[in-house]
């Protein structure tokens, strides 16, 4: 929790792009709802599997907001990609993708994410703008077919879990580069 407390003000962007408020006290006032016992991804921060909550039916204010923040952390990854040098400063050990290698992995990563959502995608290339948008409206159009909170196929992911798991990825790989990032 404390560690969360310590990325609010990072995360604070997110729902002011989206329009959600976000007041400065939020991190301290977080509850716990439902623990999860993770797995192997878990020691590196991937959200690995849905919580019960997840299963829940969206209605539509609660649908809108959530894909109103994960269009919010798509904005924030791209500003952020255009900001960037093509080559990032390397890791401790002197590795890691530089931001074309990154971008490419994200876009790629939500192919993954789509197939869970029952929706197939073909991977945009990464300068175009067009094709992107369209990978991006496919994959909202996804999370709002799944408002009921059912999985869309078997083994699917309900909607709100694909959704925190985009965008936790997404947030992820935008901070890497903002860290990576010769100032």
């Keep these: 929790m404390e560690a969360l407390e310590r990325y609010a003000e990072r995360y604070a962007l997110v ?11 939020a991190a301290a006032e977080l509850e ?18 849905h919580a019960a909550v997840e299963k829940r039916p969206m209605s539509k204010a609660e649908l809108d907001r959530m894909c109103d923040l994960l269009a919010a ?8 990609v255009e ?11 002197g590795g890691g993708r530089d931001r074309d290698k990154i971008v490419e992995h994200v876009l790629g990563s939500e192919l ?5 959502l029952g929706v197939k995608l073909k991977q945009p290339d990464i300068g175009d703008r067009d094709g ?15 408002a ?17 798991r985009m965008a936790w990825h997404v ?4 901070w890497e580069i903002e860290d990576r990032t010769e100032a």
Aim: hydrophobic share 40%.
């Design 15 to 25: 729902p002011e792009i989206a329009g959600v408020r976000f007041p400065k006290t």
């Design 132 to 146: 992107i948008a369209a990978h991006r409206a496919a994959l909202l159009g996804a999370l709002r077919a799944g």
């Design 171 to 174: 947030m992820d790989h935008a």
């Design 73 to 80: 952390c798509w904005k924030v990854f791209d500003a952020t």
């Design 148 to 164: 009921d909170g059912k999985p869309m196929r078997e083994r699917g992911w309900p909607a709100r879990y694909a959704a925190r």
């Design 83 to 93: 900001k960037a040098p093509p080559e990032l400063r390397k890791g401790p050990r």
């Design 112 to 116: 993954a994410y789509a197939s869970k």
């Design 32 to 49: 716990v709802i439902e623990r999860l016992r993770g797995g192997a991804a878990t020691d590196f921060g991937v959200p690995e599997m």
